[in-house]
């Protein structure tokens, strides 16, 4: 076994010239927006050594998976991939592959153990070492390199180069880790205890940004509400409020959005604040989980049905047309019928602009993937089913409800199905194609003449 086990290397040299001119890379994504975000740091490092995006794996010199442990066989799905990679390395020995995120932070060495043609794995707060790591490897053979639980903010630096998918919109990280602990969820265990960034780092950012002409913001934090409760800033602890506020006073930030809030931390001044800011849109995704007091106990999530109906209600007497998200998990360990009429209860009442549904399915090393009492597949599969019937109804209704009605819209491009089409987003986040052509980036008004489940159709204003 060649594997190494490095910590602590000294931080790459900032000035070193580009080595890596004319090879070329290819990042494969799983999971999460901040998984999204990881992966357009690691891709604008390797630009900044001079590389190419490939645009097949095959391809590539250089092959970089950003994993999560989410989904359920999310390691059956990555050691299948790497099995392929064996085979495209085996047959061009100089492609280095690299496996960072969720799941390289918890399952470490082992990785390198089942898939010895792997080069690098990384933990989930060292993407900005990716360069330093391939000459490691190049050089003395696989290593790996995961965060303990000295890392600071620091560590993560803001100044990165980034490859953004758009050039009009970009993340921007606002803390790292979670001090919650819910049940299901590994990011307490893979992503550590919550670090917030400086509000002055983060203004910086968004400056930077916005000169290179990005015009929407999403800040990013496993749980935003809680930012600055670790920070001192001469006695005192910044509030998200305050931050959204100052986001919204860079000068040229058009769209400001956040993800994601905890029902049990939101309050009225971060509401005052999305009202009271002009550029902050009103969009709020707000995790439900379940309708269910017992479920929601067992989940330690904090609130039940009514505490969290009650925020939502604060929230849209606050802020004129809200759209509002959620998540919802089908079949927890325990959840009965009545447990399940509750989610659609509380589902019902939420009148939720749009849901990302999820069947439960055992995260290894979570709490949840201990408890007994779990519900049969095909149950959870029926309940799925009626909860999605149900959103996708209130779905329509919602969109419907936006007909004969005028939004702004900040184009993303061509529709990818028909090309006489634009496609763009509202400030509420709604997908509209509108016949015409302009640039991405570029914003108008339409009117909604049409709704389908899924998007609008607009027409110029
Ligand atoms: S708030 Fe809960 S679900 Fe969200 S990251 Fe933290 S532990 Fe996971």
């Given amino acids: 076994m060649t594997e190494t086990i490095l910590l602590g290397m000294p931080k790459r040299k900032p000035e070193r010239a580009p080595s890596r001119t004319g090879r070329s890379f290819f990042v494969r994504t799983y999971g999460c927006q901040m998984n999204d975000h990881d992966s357009e740091r690691i891709a604008g490092l390797l630009a900044s050594d001079g590389m190419v995006a490939a645009e097949r794996p095959e391809d590539a010199d250089v092959v970089v998976l950003n994993t999560c442990t989410i989904r359920e066989n999310a390691d059956q799905r990555l050691y299948g991939y790497l099995g392929a990679l064996k085979r ?39 993407t900005h070492r990716v360069l330093e790591l391939l000459d490691h490897a190049e050089e003395w053979g696989p290593v790996t390199e995961i965060w303990e639980e000295t890392t600071s903010i620091e560590d993560i630096p803001s ?55 990005v015009a929407e913001v999403t800040l990013l934090g496993q749980n935003v509400n809680s930012y600055g409760r670790d920070l001192d800033l ?37 509401a005052i ?19 269910s007091a017992r479920i929601l106990s067992a989940m330690h999530r904090g609130y039940n049905g009514e505490r969290f109906l009650e925020k939502l209600a604060m929230a849209r007497s606050i802020i004129p047309d809200l759209a509002v998200s959620t998540d919802v998990i089908v079949g927890f360990p325990g959840e009965t019928e009545q447990d399940f009429q509750a989610t659609l209860d509380v589902v019902e009442e939420s009148r939720f602009d749009s849901a990302f549904m999820f069947q439960f399915s055992p995260r290894p090393g979570t709490p949840a993937a201990e408890m007994g009492d779990r519900v049969p597949a095909e149950v959870i599969q029926e309940r799925f089913d009626r909860l999605v019937e149900l959103q996708n109804r209130i779905t329509l209704e919602r969109n419907q409800e936006m007909v004969g009605q005028r939004y702004e819209i ?36 339409a009117e909604i003449v049409r709704a389908a489940p899924h998007h609008l159709i607009g027409s110029l204003v």
Avoid at 98 to 118: L, N, S, Y
Avoid at 244 to 270: A, C, F, N, Q, W
């Fill in 88 to 126: 495209a390395k085996q047959q061009r020995p100089d492609m280095q592959i690299m496996v960072g995120g969720c799941m390289a932070q918890k399952d470490r060495g082992t990785i390198q153990e089942r898939a010895e043609w792997v080069d690098v794995v990384f933990g989930t707060h060292n």
């Fill in 159 to 213: 100044t990165l180069p980034s490859h953004r998918e758009s050039e009009h919109s970009a993340w921007v990280t606002i803390t790292i880790g979670c001090n919650n602990s819910c049940t299901f969820c590994i990011v307490p265990i893979v992503r550590g205890a919550e670090i917030s960034r400086r509000p002055g780092d983060v203004i910086d950012e968004v400056r930077r940004l916005v000169a290179d002409g």
């Fill in 234 to 270: 001469n006695g005192r602890k910044p509030l998200f409020a305050d931050l959204l506020r100052r986001v919204g006073e860079v000068e040229g930030i058009r769209r400001i959005r956040y993800t994601s809030p905890h029902p049990k931390d939101l309050r009225e001044d971060v």
């Fill in 273 to 291: 604040a999305m009202a009271e800011t002009p550029a902050v849109c009103e969009q709020l995704h707000l995790p439900l989980q379940s309708g």
């Fill in 410 to 445: 900040m184009v993303e491009g061509p529709s990818k199905r028909d090309p006489s089409l634009i496609t763009g987003r509202t400030r509420g986040n709604k997908l509209v194609h509108v016949p015409g052509s302009w640039e991405p980036g570029t914003f108008f008004d």
